[in-house]
Structure formats: C-alpha cells, structure tokens
C-alpha cells in the first residue's frame, strides 16, 4: 500500500511538472526554459511551423505569466509574434486615438485561443503590451508582399507612444497602391497625392486632419495648395478630424478593404 501511494505522488508531482513548461496551461508557473517570444521558438527551431504556442514575456523571474500567441515562422526571416489584428470594414473599433493605443491599463481584445490566427477578426494580444521588439511587420490578406519597419521598443504600445512625425507638405508622389489600391477617394474625387507611413499625422493649423498607426492618408489639392489637410485615411489605426468625413463618404470602413495584422520580433 505505502509503495503504491509512493508511486502515485511520484507520477502526480511529474504532472505537475510538465503542467509547468511552457506549451500547456496559461497561466502555468514559469520555467527558465520558456521562450520569451515567437523569435525564441524559431532560434531555438527554425523548422517550428506557423501556429499558436505558449510564451512568457518576462521569463520565469518576473510577474507576468504564461500568455498564448501566434507566430508566424516563414514569412521574412520567421520568429514573428502576433500583436493586433484589424477586420476589414472595421476602421472604428481599432481607431488610432482610441484607448487601445494610449492606454497601457486597457485590456487585451479578442484575445482567446480561438481567434489566434490570421482570421478576418478584431484582436488586441496581451502580447501587445509585453513583447520587446526591433522589428514590426504588417500583413494585409490582400496583398502578397509586406511592409516592415525598424524600431525599438519595450512593447508595441511603447513603439507607438513614441511621437508620431507630422508632415504638412505635398504628397503628389504616388497613389495608393498597396491594401489600398485606387486612383479615388470613396466619394470619388480623384487623388492628387497619398502617403503610406508609419506612426505619421497630416497636419495643418495645429489640426491633424488624417493619420495612421500604419497606413495611408491621401489629398486631392494641387501641388502647393492646402498643405497638410489630407483628406482620406486607412489602415491599421486610421484617426483625424476629416476620417470618415464626406470625401470617405462618411464612413471610418471605406477604406479598410482587408484584413491588416501587426506581427513584432
């Protein structure tokens, strides 16, 4: 009897071992082996295919616990976690000045197994605030090439409390031509000029008329006329006086055609 019940702790206390390691239970007590983040996994095992796994942010010394992630392992080196996800049509929820992106205390969105993915879904990952970073990349389902930018920060949000660059000059240089692709704007005046950039505002006046976490504002002046008062935004994180205003035919989603993910290494 003392032999079989010596057996069953032994096989308890080898469950409750395992229960620790990173890759089961959220939640679960750290160990010193857990990864960090998607980058860790992948320097650890470049074959580790695209698909959610159990991280802690802070190691097995600091408060946080275990969090589940995506990570996307063949795009652009591999090792990319999963930070936010913006749905198509959806240019308000994920709107650039809302509390998500100026408040450290606002909760994780959508952030359960189930929407772990590159779903056309709303997602806000815990990972958001937690994972330290020298790369971000975005991702829109409807183009086959991405965009990538170089910064460090301790988080993402961290990345975007950094002040966003200000321009008020012509953008007579392109049109839109990636996630959004068009010679209009919604309403269908014809555009002059677009930008696509990255934690950027159009201003004018002391007014910030259209801008992005990440994306594109656009004009229809002529060169020299009106500097600064872009007139359409979208992307990730689109916001401004004139967003969703008449020359986007009064709707935040017009120019939110896709679905755009943040992914951060």
Known sequence: MKKNIAILFALTMTAISCSN????APGAVASASDPHS??????????????TYFID???????LPQIQVYCEMSLHGGGWTLVMKQKSNDGATLQGDTAYWTSAATPALNDSAGNLNTSDQNLVSAAFNQISLTQMMLVASNEATQQLQ???????FAAFQIAPTDFSDDINATRPNWFINTNSYPNGNAITGARL???F??????????????????????SGASLGSAD???????????????????SKNSWQPATVLLYVK
């Open 197 to 199: 950039g990255f934690n």
């Open 38 to 51: 998607c980058l860790d996994i992948y320097t650890a095992n470049s074959s580790s295919a695209s698909g």
């Open 150 to 156: 170089s910064v460090t920060a301790t988080s993402a």
């Open 232 to 250: 359409s935004c979208g992307g990730l994180g689109a916001y401004g006086t004139l967003y969703g205003g008449s020359f986007m035919s009064n």
């Open 21 to 24: 390691k990173s890759g089961n």
């Open 57 to 63: 942010p802070d190691g097995a010394s600091g408060p």
């Open 201 to 222: 505002r159009e201003r004018a006046g002391g007014s910030t008329y259209c801008a992005a976490r990440w994306g594109w504002t656009a004009n229809q002046d002529g």
